[in-house]
Nanobody, 124 residues
Framework: QVQLVESGGGLVQAGGSLRLSCTAS????????MGWFRQAPGKEREFVAA????????YYTDSVKGRFTISRDNVRNTVYLQMNSLKPEDTAVYYC?????????????????WGQGTQVTVSS
């Protein structure tokens, strides 16, 4: 089992920045690929970014490329999402997720463990 706790959400003006953090416990952190997903009101949850177990490879949805950066620290058991040039359409609850052991970070169905979510609100 893996427990995930997100932090760092909040209210920011358009064009601003936020950094989300997600700390994991319960299993060897480095055995899981990690991802960020988001869900806006009235919409389905969508993929945002993912990172491989080593941190060497990353993957982003098109709408955040060039603005968001995912990274991880396998010593601190933490994954980050640096969000720059935020837009009102980025407003959502952001969820951290972990795959099962040794799963491919690009396989969205492999994300079985979820945090409770953190609210990000971008005002225009």
């Amino acid at each position: 089992q893996v427990q995930l706790v997100e932090s760092g959400g909040g209210l920011v003006q358009a064009g601003g920045s936020l950094r989300l953090s997600c700390t994991a416990s319960g299993r060897t952190f480095s055995s899981s690929a990690m991802g960020w997903f988001r869900q806006a009101p009235g919409k389905e949850r969508e993929f945002v970014a993912a990172i491989s177990r080593s941190g060497r490879d990353t993957y982003y949805t098109d709408s955040v490329k060039g603005r968001f950066t995912i990274s991880r620290d396998n010593v601190r058991n933490t994954v980050y999402l640096q969000m720059n040039s935020l837009k009102p359409e980025d407003t959502a609850v952001y969820y951290c997720a972990a795959t099962g052991p040794y799963s491919d970070y690009r396989v969205l169905g492999a994300y079985h463990y979820w945090g409770q979510g953190t609210q990000v609100t971008v005002s225009s």
